[in-house]
Protein backbone atom coordinates (compact mmCIF):
# COMPACT_ATOMS: atom_id res chain seq x y z
CA UNK A 1 0.00 0.00 0.00
CA UNK A 2 2.31 2.49 1.31
CA UNK A 3 4.75 1.60 -2.26
CA UNK A 4 1.90 1.89 -4.51
CA UNK A 5 0.80 5.31 -3.02
CA UNK A 6 4.66 7.02 -3.15
CA UNK A 7 4.30 5.07 -6.87
CA UNK A 8 0.55 6.83 -7.44
CA UNK A 9 1.80 10.03 -5.57
CA UNK A 10 4.91 12.05 -6.47
CA UNK A 11 4.07 14.92 -4.44
CA UNK A 12 5.33 12.85 -1.58
CA UNK A 13 8.57 11.82 -3.38
CA UNK A 14 9.41 15.21 -3.90
CA UNK A 15 9.06 16.14 -0.27
CA UNK A 16 11.05 13.06 0.40
CA UNK A 17 13.61 14.69 -2.19
CA UNK A 18 13.09 17.85 -0.70
CA UNK A 19 13.61 17.12 3.48
CA UNK A 20 16.96 15.19 1.62
CA UNK A 21 18.13 18.38 -0.16
CA UNK A 22 17.39 20.56 2.65
CA UNK A 23 18.88 18.20 5.42
CA UNK A 24 22.30 19.80 6.01
CA UNK A 25 20.77 23.17 6.05
CA UNK A 26 18.90 22.48 9.25
CA UNK A 27 21.26 19.65 10.84
CA UNK A 28 24.98 19.27 10.88
CA UNK A 29 26.49 17.88 7.94
CA UNK A 30 28.47 15.37 9.15
CA UNK A 31 24.98 13.99 10.90
CA UNK A 32 23.20 14.36 7.52
CA UNK A 33 25.53 11.85 6.40
CA UNK A 34 25.11 9.64 8.72
CA UNK A 35 21.57 9.86 8.89
CA UNK A 36 21.52 8.63 5.35
CA UNK A 37 24.05 5.86 5.61
CA UNK A 38 21.92 4.52 8.02
CA UNK A 39 18.60 4.87 6.03
CA UNK A 40 19.93 3.38 3.52
CA UNK A 41 21.33 0.62 5.63
CA UNK A 42 17.75 0.19 7.57
CA UNK A 43 16.58 -0.25 4.10
CA UNK A 44 18.47 -2.79 3.07
CA UNK A 45 17.98 -4.89 6.50
CA UNK A 46 14.18 -4.47 5.85
CA UNK A 47 13.99 -6.05 2.64
CA UNK A 48 15.35 -9.17 3.70
CA UNK A 49 13.52 -8.42 7.34
CA UNK A 50 10.09 -7.05 6.16
CA UNK A 51 10.07 -8.29 2.69
CA UNK A 52 11.82 -11.78 2.87
CA UNK A 53 10.62 -12.77 6.67
CA UNK A 54 14.74 -13.52 7.72
CA UNK A 55 16.09 -11.54 10.71
CA UNK A 56 19.64 -10.70 10.37
CA UNK A 57 21.83 -9.78 13.40
CA UNK A 58 24.88 -10.13 11.11
CA UNK A 59 24.75 -7.55 8.36
CA UNK A 60 27.40 -5.37 10.54
CA UNK A 61 29.80 -7.98 8.59
CA UNK A 62 28.66 -6.30 5.03
CA UNK A 63 28.65 -2.37 6.57
CA UNK A 64 32.07 -2.99 8.08
CA UNK A 65 33.70 -5.25 5.38
CA UNK A 66 32.47 -2.65 2.79
CA UNK A 67 34.17 0.27 4.79
CA UNK A 68 37.17 -1.38 5.15
CA UNK A 69 37.27 -2.43 1.54
CA UNK A 70 36.54 1.19 0.67
CA UNK A 71 38.86 2.57 2.76
CA UNK A 72 41.94 0.44 1.65
CA UNK A 73 40.79 1.33 -1.96
CA UNK A 74 40.58 5.32 -1.79
CA UNK A 75 43.71 5.71 0.57
CA UNK A 76 46.53 3.24 -1.43
CA UNK A 77 44.44 3.53 -5.33
CA UNK A 78 43.60 6.95 -5.16
CA UNK A 79 40.49 6.43 -6.81
CA UNK A 80 37.57 8.46 -6.83
CA UNK A 81 35.42 8.11 -3.81
CA UNK A 82 32.50 6.40 -5.78
CA UNK A 83 34.30 3.69 -7.05
CA UNK A 84 35.80 3.00 -3.58
CA UNK A 85 32.68 2.76 -2.23
CA UNK A 86 31.23 0.41 -5.21
CA UNK A 87 34.20 -1.80 -4.43
CA UNK A 88 33.24 -1.51 -1.23
CA UNK A 89 29.50 -2.57 -1.79
CA UNK A 90 30.95 -5.74 -4.40
CA UNK A 91 33.38 -6.98 -1.46
CA UNK A 92 30.29 -7.14 0.78
CA UNK A 93 28.12 -8.76 -1.72
CA UNK A 94 31.07 -11.58 -2.44
CA UNK A 95 31.33 -12.04 0.95
CA UNK A 96 27.07 -12.46 0.97
CA UNK A 97 27.30 -15.16 -0.99
CA UNK A 98 29.12 -17.94 1.38
CA UNK A 99 27.29 -16.66 4.40
CA UNK A 100 24.05 -16.37 2.68
CA UNK A 101 24.21 -19.69 1.24
CA UNK A 102 25.05 -21.40 4.63
CA UNK A 103 22.29 -19.14 6.74
CA UNK A 104 19.30 -19.60 4.36
CA UNK A 105 18.75 -23.35 5.20
CA UNK A 106 17.53 -21.79 8.66
CA UNK A 107 15.03 -20.24 10.10
CA UNK A 108 13.74 -17.89 12.40
CA UNK A 109 15.85 -18.23 15.77
CA UNK A 110 18.78 -20.10 13.69
CA UNK A 111 18.83 -18.02 10.85
CA UNK A 112 19.50 -14.77 13.33
CA UNK A 113 21.88 -16.98 15.75
CA UNK A 114 24.15 -18.35 12.76
CA UNK A 115 24.17 -15.09 11.10
CA UNK A 116 25.04 -13.13 14.36
CA UNK A 117 27.87 -15.97 14.65
CA UNK A 118 29.23 -15.46 11.08
CA UNK A 119 29.65 -11.14 12.32
CA UNK A 120 31.67 -11.95 15.12
CA UNK A 121 33.73 -14.35 12.96
CA UNK A 122 34.44 -11.00 10.59
CA UNK A 123 35.16 -8.80 13.70
CA UNK A 124 37.13 -11.43 14.93
CA UNK A 125 39.15 -11.66 11.72
CA UNK A 126 39.05 -7.81 11.68
CA UNK A 127 40.57 -7.05 14.88
CA UNK A 128 43.48 -9.82 14.26
CA UNK A 129 44.73 -8.98 10.66
CA UNK A 130 46.67 -5.88 11.59
CA UNK A 131 48.57 -5.21 8.59
CA UNK A 132 45.52 -4.95 6.15
CA UNK A 133 42.53 -3.51 8.87
CA UNK A 134 45.00 -1.75 11.37
CA UNK A 135 43.38 -3.70 14.68
CA UNK A 136 42.50 -1.82 17.48
CA UNK A 137 43.55 1.41 15.71
CA UNK A 138 41.20 0.91 12.79
CA UNK A 139 41.98 2.87 9.01
CA UNK A 140 42.85 6.72 9.60
CA UNK A 141 43.16 9.44 7.08
CA UNK A 142 40.49 7.51 4.02
CA UNK A 143 40.97 10.60 1.44
CA UNK A 144 37.97 12.22 -0.56
CA UNK A 145 39.15 11.94 -3.77
CA UNK A 146 37.18 13.05 -6.57
CA UNK A 147 38.67 14.32 -9.95
CA UNK A 148 40.45 16.80 -8.12
CA UNK A 149 37.25 18.74 -6.53
CA UNK A 150 37.77 19.33 -2.61
CA UNK A 151 35.58 17.74 -0.89
CA UNK A 152 37.10 18.20 2.77
CA UNK A 153 34.25 20.53 3.53
CA UNK A 154 30.97 17.94 5.07
CA UNK A 155 28.98 20.20 3.47
CA UNK A 156 29.60 19.80 0.26
CA UNK A 157 30.71 15.87 0.27
CA UNK A 158 26.90 15.62 1.23
CA UNK A 159 25.80 16.43 -2.23
CA UNK A 160 28.47 14.42 -3.72
CA UNK A 161 27.49 11.12 -1.84
CA UNK A 162 23.61 11.74 -1.67
CA UNK A 163 23.36 10.41 -5.51
CA UNK A 164 24.75 7.03 -3.95
CA UNK A 165 22.49 7.07 -1.39
CA UNK A 166 19.52 7.90 -3.49
CA UNK A 167 20.31 5.26 -6.06
CA UNK A 168 20.23 2.80 -3.46
CA UNK A 169 17.10 3.65 -1.80
CA UNK A 170 15.50 3.17 -5.78
CA UNK A 171 17.74 0.00 -6.54
CA UNK A 172 15.27 -1.53 -3.15
CA UNK A 173 12.16 0.47 -4.27
CA UNK A 174 12.57 -1.40 -7.75
CA UNK A 175 13.41 -5.21 -6.22
CA UNK A 176 10.52 -4.95 -4.11
CA UNK A 177 8.09 -3.70 -6.99
CA UNK A 178 9.46 -6.24 -9.28
CA UNK A 179 7.93 -9.61 -9.86
CA UNK A 180 10.96 -10.84 -8.01
CA UNK A 181 9.81 -8.54 -5.05
CA UNK A 182 6.10 -9.81 -5.25
CA UNK A 183 8.15 -13.89 -5.06
CA UNK A 184 9.82 -12.79 -1.87
CA UNK A 185 6.52 -11.93 -0.11
CA UNK A 186 5.22 -15.11 -1.12
CA UNK A 187 8.06 -16.96 0.19
CA UNK A 188 8.02 -14.39 3.31
CA UNK A 189 4.57 -15.69 4.12
CA UNK A 190 3.93 -19.06 2.89
CA UNK A 191 7.19 -20.84 1.69
CA UNK A 192 5.79 -24.37 1.10
CA UNK A 193 3.19 -22.65 -1.07
CA UNK A 194 5.64 -21.00 -3.24
CA UNK A 195 7.98 -23.96 -3.35
CA UNK A 196 4.69 -26.08 -4.34
CA UNK A 197 3.88 -23.48 -7.04
CA UNK A 198 8.12 -24.23 -8.21
CA UNK A 199 10.13 -21.22 -6.78
CA UNK A 200 13.58 -22.29 -5.36
CA UNK A 201 12.54 -21.10 -2.12
CA UNK A 202 16.32 -21.13 -0.88
CA UNK A 203 17.36 -19.54 -4.02
CA UNK A 204 15.20 -16.62 -4.17
CA UNK A 205 16.61 -16.03 -0.25
CA UNK A 206 19.86 -16.18 -1.01
CA UNK A 207 19.13 -13.62 -3.71
CA UNK A 208 17.47 -11.34 -1.41
CA UNK A 209 20.52 -12.14 0.72
CA UNK A 210 22.94 -11.10 -1.12
CA UNK A 211 21.57 -8.11 -2.31
CA UNK A 212 20.64 -6.78 0.70
CA UNK A 213 24.19 -7.07 1.56
CA UNK A 214 25.33 -4.96 -1.20
CA UNK A 215 23.26 -1.88 -0.22
CA UNK A 216 24.32 -2.32 3.21
CA UNK A 217 27.89 -2.53 1.71
CA UNK A 218 27.31 0.47 -0.23
CA UNK A 219 25.87 2.52 2.73
CA UNK A 220 28.76 1.57 5.00
CA UNK A 221 31.60 2.77 2.26
CA UNK A 222 30.35 5.86 1.77
CA UNK A 223 29.97 5.84 5.83
CA UNK A 224 33.39 5.22 5.99
CA UNK A 225 34.99 7.93 3.68
CA UNK A 226 32.29 10.37 4.98
CA UNK A 227 33.86 10.02 8.31
CA UNK A 228 37.53 9.09 6.78
CA UNK A 229 38.15 6.17 9.07
CA UNK A 230 36.90 3.10 9.96
CA UNK A 231 36.83 1.14 13.64
CA UNK A 232 35.91 -1.95 14.52
CA UNK A 233 32.72 -0.82 15.91
CA UNK A 234 31.82 -0.80 12.11
CA UNK A 235 31.45 -4.65 12.30
CA UNK A 236 30.24 -5.04 16.10
CA UNK A 237 27.00 -6.64 16.24
CA UNK A 238 25.59 -3.98 18.04
CA UNK A 239 25.45 -1.76 14.88
CA UNK A 240 23.53 -5.10 13.36
CA UNK A 241 21.11 -4.15 16.24
CA UNK A 242 20.96 -0.87 15.52
CA UNK A 243 19.99 -1.16 11.90
CA UNK A 244 17.58 -3.30 13.46
CA UNK A 245 15.64 -1.20 15.51
CA UNK A 246 15.66 1.46 13.26
CA UNK A 247 13.90 -0.71 10.55
CA UNK A 248 11.31 -1.85 14.08
CA UNK A 249 11.04 1.64 14.85
CA UNK A 250 9.85 3.00 11.25
CA UNK A 251 8.09 -0.07 10.75
CA UNK A 252 9.10 -3.32 9.57
CA UNK A 253 7.57 -4.28 5.51
CA UNK A 254 7.61 -0.73 5.16
CA UNK A 255 10.79 -0.11 3.27
CA UNK A 256 10.76 4.30 3.91
CA UNK A 257 9.75 2.81 7.31
CA UNK A 258 13.81 2.12 7.98
CA UNK A 259 14.06 5.62 6.37
CA UNK A 260 12.29 7.74 9.57
CA UNK A 261 13.35 5.19 12.25
CA UNK A 262 17.43 6.01 10.95
CA UNK A 263 16.53 9.66 11.32
CA UNK A 264 15.14 9.11 14.38
CA UNK A 265 17.51 7.42 16.56
CA UNK A 266 20.67 9.46 14.63
CA UNK A 267 19.24 12.62 15.69
CA UNK A 268 18.16 11.27 18.84
CA UNK A 269 21.91 9.92 19.47
CA UNK A 270 23.79 13.15 18.61
CA UNK A 271 21.11 15.37 20.47
CA UNK A 272 22.28 13.30 23.49
CA UNK A 273 25.94 12.94 23.19
CA UNK A 274 25.46 16.77 22.58
CA UNK A 275 24.34 17.22 25.81
CA UNK A 276 26.50 14.96 27.66
CA UNK A 277 24.75 12.17 28.17
CA UNK A 278 26.56 9.13 28.39
CA UNK A 279 24.09 6.69 29.08
CA UNK A 280 22.52 6.86 25.48
CA UNK A 281 21.83 3.37 24.89
CA UNK A 282 19.21 3.59 27.71
CA UNK A 283 17.39 6.07 26.26
CA UNK A 284 17.06 4.40 22.69
CA UNK A 285 16.87 1.23 24.75
CA UNK A 286 13.48 2.83 26.44
CA UNK A 287 11.96 4.23 22.37
CA UNK A 288 12.39 1.08 21.24
CA UNK A 289 10.63 -0.47 23.78
CA UNK A 290 8.02 2.20 24.28
CA UNK A 291 7.51 1.46 20.02
CA UNK A 292 7.08 -2.19 20.36
CA UNK A 293 4.02 -1.68 22.43
CA UNK A 294 2.70 1.12 21.29
CA UNK A 295 2.90 1.06 18.05
CA UNK A 296 3.41 -2.32 16.71
CA UNK A 297 3.57 -1.79 13.24
CA UNK A 298 6.00 1.43 13.92
CA UNK A 299 5.50 4.86 12.82
CA UNK A 300 5.13 4.46 9.11
CA UNK A 301 2.85 1.36 9.45
CA UNK A 302 0.81 3.16 12.07
CA UNK A 303 0.41 6.01 10.10
CA UNK A 304 -0.53 4.38 7.17
CA UNK A 305 -2.62 2.02 8.73
CA UNK A 306 -5.15 4.96 10.17
CA UNK A 307 -4.85 6.49 6.57
CA UNK A 308 -6.76 3.17 5.14
CA UNK A 309 -9.25 3.17 7.93
CA UNK A 310 -9.64 6.53 7.42
CA UNK A 311 -10.62 7.06 3.99
CA UNK A 312 -12.53 3.63 4.15
CA UNK A 313 -14.82 4.70 6.54
CA UNK A 314 -14.85 8.03 4.13
CA UNK A 315 -16.20 6.26 1.46
CA UNK A 316 -18.47 4.08 2.98
CA UNK A 317 -20.21 7.44 5.05
CA UNK A 318 -20.28 9.18 1.34
CA UNK A 319 -21.66 5.30 -0.12
CA UNK A 320 -22.82 2.60 1.82
CA UNK A 321 -21.88 -0.62 0.23
CA UNK A 322 -24.96 -3.08 -0.61
CA UNK A 323 -25.34 -5.91 1.48
CA UNK A 324 -23.24 -8.18 -0.69
CA UNK A 325 -20.65 -6.11 -1.23
CA UNK A 326 -19.55 -5.25 2.53
CA UNK A 327 -17.75 -8.70 3.39
CA UNK A 328 -15.35 -7.89 -0.04
CA UNK A 329 -15.19 -4.03 1.15
CA UNK A 330 -14.27 -5.91 4.07
CA UNK A 331 -11.62 -8.42 2.79
CA UNK A 332 -9.93 -5.56 1.05
CA UNK A 333 -9.14 -3.36 4.40
CA UNK A 334 -7.98 -6.26 5.93
CA UNK A 335 -5.57 -6.91 3.34
CA UNK A 336 -4.46 -3.19 2.85
CA UNK A 337 -4.02 -3.20 6.76
CA UNK A 338 -1.76 -6.71 6.21
CA UNK A 339 0.26 -4.58 3.96
CA UNK A 340 0.70 -1.92 5.46
CA UNK A 341 3.27 -3.26 8.41
CA UNK A 342 2.11 -6.54 9.58
CA UNK A 343 4.45 -7.98 11.87
CA UNK A 344 6.72 -10.65 9.86
CA UNK A 345 7.69 -13.87 12.16
CA UNK A 346 11.19 -14.78 10.60
Keep these: MIIRMLATRPLLLAVGLLVALALPWVIYPPVAMDMI ?4 FAVAVDILLGFTGLLSFGHAAFWGTSAYAAGLIATHSGLPFPVAV ?24 YFAMVTLAFAQLVYFVANQWRGVTGGENGLQGIPRGFFGVDLSDPFFFYYAGLPIVLLGLWSAW ?18 ARARALGYP ?7 AFVLSAALSGLAGGLFAIGHGFVSLQDVYWTTSGQAVMMVVLGGIGTLWGGVIGAGLIVELNDYLATAGFEQIGIVTGSVFVITVLVFRRGIWGTAALLTTRRRRDRTETASPAPAGAEADAGAEAEADEKENGEPVTA
Design 201 to 207: VERYKLL
Design 86 to 109: LGGALAAAALAVPIGWLSVRRTGI
Design 37 to 40: CWAL
Design 174 to 191: RVVRSPFGRVLVAVRDNP
